[in-house]
């Protein structure tokens, strides 16, 4: 009888502690995943914002597939970090940047492509590419920088010196259950991105 | 008694390891979740401090541009990249300390960490500390400051350039045996042309295909961007905004000794005209100033050639008032409309409203009666004739300037028509002259030999300049030869090799034009100043035409984050 009794006890308490640590899981899971996406839209945010901030406002295009814009940031690090054209005082140019969004995998990569030395705006290249060109792009010369990401756009908020950005980050979360279909979770930023460079 | 008993059996129960075995998963799911948190927020607290030392270097510099807004200075900064800012963000913690870097230079300099930076900038860098000092960001501006008050090296309401090209130059330090092409190169300041104009609406200043070697100033409340118009193959340097206009003054024509003039003032005599008359009236102060008074106009005329002549309000005709010299044939109208003036070798018109006066070298005064009925004519129709005063003929009559024709020199005086068609014209040194009309023409040269100096050319009728090297200053030196024109007449400057003049002509447009020409001094007038095909170097030894204040504090160029 005292054995039964236990028996039953203990089964009840295994069954409790199993179904908290199967919930508890589950939570976690979500958690860890909502975690993850958020933590892919905000370094897009950040390396975006990094990056913007030696741009100009003038100076992109942008659309569903990526941006693209002049920066002033060298990838050569024996080269100052700061250059101003001597004359006029506006910032010298020094490469191409380009987001590319590819649809098919949601990931982000960040292209580069150097100009033939610091160039005032005035004597600025056309740009490296057009938006067109940016799913074209080859997958190994780009840095991933984000995954899980189906839209970067700018909502169209801005001024001179920032401009607001969406970031939206899916997923699905694998529930561990047959009789339950993955669950897609959703995340979505908006941020202001700070300029750099003014307008000449 | 026996009794049995029972050996105990120990205990086997699974209740204890059930237990050990929860507690022991329910501690790794615990470990987990914390370090999953751990890790968590950790990369959130940097990324809050990482956002934290921005903010705070952003709002540094921004203290630092408000107060330069305000007060068109960095606190007591030496410009050698010193800190001139540093505070703390009360809500973080977070701090901040902003260094400047100031180019009062007339050049680029060079800053630590390899950027150049134009003159007349200041290159502020601010860098921001979370108070943990885990992370740094700093952020940096490039600002142009406002001008300042500068020394105008062309002045003019409209400015037009075609083809053309404006720099600056110190003829103090040009080589003493320079004799290339051009201002020497040592003497060359960089973005010192300075040109303005005092208009703030339209676009006063059109750049076509030219080359501003330093600033231009719009009128005051004027906006840079809409005042100065220029094409893509146009460049210029800093555009700011007078904080108030330029005044060109009106030329003062001085009055020169001749050489039969004694100084002495006419003996005094009572005039009265030889013949009555109902409507004028003569009269003469005891210092030899005569007053006419027409039935409509008063003229007063004194020994020296000074006049001035006024007339009240006639119908919708504004009064009248002038003034002038009948030596100098300079005259100027003051008034709501205009007197009919005209000075002739021979004689001295003005014709007011409905009557006039006509002095003339004979001695005589014509003067149109009451019945006269053309309006703004002198002395015609039916007119009354007057004896003039005897000192009228000896004191101005007499002593009508000379024409000159090709002279070989110059010298202070008085001048009527001056044409220099052949030949060089020599300047003397340290004179001044009035001249009506000055001509030269291609062939004609006026020259100030090397050693001359402080000659100033006073010109009230017409200006005519032509021809490469019609002007040969030798001391190439603009302060040493200036021009007055005090006329209305369009003044072209073809220019040359060595056109170095000051030239003012407020009440003319000037031209400079030709292929080649190149003008080395300093320009003013209240008229429009066009340049076609030509070179004009701004000589700073001249300290320009005038002053002006560019109200512009500063602009920002740009904006970096670290």
Known sequence: ?200 | MKTSQKKRQPRKGIVLPAVFAVLLVLAFVVLGITTMSTSSLRHTTFSIQDDQALYAADAGLTRALAEYQANSNFSDASGSGQTVYSGKIASTGALYSVNLYSNDTSAPITVPGGAEIPPNTALLVSEGTTASKRSKRRSAVLVQKGLGTVQVGSLANAIKSENSKFFAFDSRKEAADYVGTGVDPNSLVSQQAVIATNEASGTPVELTNSEVNGSILVGPGGDPNAQVSKDSNSTTGQVGVLTEKIEIPDIDVPALPADDDSGDPPVPATYKPTSASDHISFSQASDGTMTIINQCFKCIIQPNGDFEVSEDAYGSNGAKHAKGNLLTGQYTNLGGSNFDIAIEDDAFLIGGDWHGIKMASDGTFAVDPPSNSSSSVWASGNTQTFTAPAWVQAGIFDKIPPDETNPTDLDSGYYGDVEITSGITELVDSSTMVIRNLEINSGGQLNLPKDGKDVTIYVTGSLKINGLNAILNETRSAPNLKIYYTGKEPVEVSGGGSSFVTLFAPDAPITLSGEGSTFYGALATRKALTLKDAEFYYDVATEGVGTGTDGTTMKILAHQRL
């Open chain 1, 1 to 200: 009888m005292e054995v039964l009794i236990v028996a039953v006890l203990l089964f009840s308490l295994l069954s409790l502690v199993t179904n908290f640590l199967v919930k508890g899981k589950r939570m976690t899971v979500k958690t860890e995943a909502l975690s993850s996406l958020q933590r892919e839209a905000t370094k897009l945010s950040r390396a975006l914002g990094r990056d913007l901030a030696r741009a100009c406002g003038d100076r992109y295009q942008w659309g569903t597939e990526g941006i693209i814009f002049l920066s002033t940031k060298s990838t050569d690090s024996a080269q100052p970090t700061l250059e101003f054209d001597s004359a006029t005082g506006m910032v010298l140019w020094k490469k191409w940047v380009a987001y590319s969004l590819d649809s098919e995998t949601q990931t982000v990569r960040r292209y580069t492509q150097d100009l033939a030395g610091p160039t005032p705006d005035q004597f600025a290249p056309p740009s490296a590419w057009d938006l067109a060109d940016l799913a074209g792009l080859p997958v190994n010369e780009g840095k991933t920088v984000a995954n899980n990401i189906l839209e970067f756009v700018p909502t169209g908020k801005a001024d001179s010196q920032s401009m607001e950005f969406r970031i939206v980050a899916v997923g699905r979360v694998p529930l561990g259950n047959m009789a339950e279909k993955d669950k897609e979770l959703r995340v979505e930023i908006k941020t202001m991105l700070r300029l750099g460079s003014v307008a000449p």
